[in-house]
């Protein structure tokens, strides 16, 4: 791939997005023979043939830390190691897309205490750098043997930005 300047690789956040939606966006891959990785945030996420990767909220604010601060309390919750706490995000998550072989954090979170989880997991990748309209762009490795795909463009760079006139 690092070899061919050609290759390209679309992903979609599927963020809670109607099933009417994903099911267009599916179906305009297939017309054009295109496979895409849909970063599911939920379970009933049906994309095949394409890959389903994890797209795992860590915020506290996220769904499953506020389900887990509502079943074991506040005091139990603040007092859980971050790392625990990254570890019951993967494994929710990873429950509803168990073939999964990466993912991207929502909102792009990143803590270097969640590499190793991915190796923990079988996790292969990461794809949660944006760096925006870059040229070429490329996969790097990032430690424990995870593979970083960063994002060349994100819609929501460009709502923000502008940048491309689009």
């Not at 139990?76 to 929710?92: K, N």
Request: aromatic share 12%; net charge negative; hydrophobic share 40%.
């Amino acid at each position: 791939m690092a070899d061919d300047p050609g290759t390209i690789c679309f992903s979609v956040d599927v963020e809670w997005a109607h099933p009417a939606v994903l099911q267009d966006v599916r179906d305009l891959f297939d017309m054009h023979g295109v496979r895409a990785t849909f970063f599911c945030t939920h379970a009933g996420i049906d994309v095949a043939p394409h890959e389903r990767g994890l797209h795992p909220n860590y915020r506290r604010n996220g769904t499953t830390l506020k389900e887990l601060g509502a079943r074991i309390g506040p005091a139990a919750m603040a007092e859980i190691d971050e790392g625990d706490l990254y570890r019951h995000v993967l494994r929710t998550t990873l429950d509803f897309a168990p073939e999964a072989k990466g993912a991207r954090s929502h909102s792009l979170f990143y803590d270097s205490l969640m590499i190793p989880l991915y190796g923990e997991f079988g996790l292969e990748y990461d794809s949660s750098y944006q760096l925006p309209l870059t040229p070429g762009l490329q996969p790097i490795w990032k430690e424990y043997d995870v593979l970083e795909l960063p994002i060349y463009f994100a819609d929501h760079y460009e709502l923000k930005t502008g940048a491309t006139g689009f």
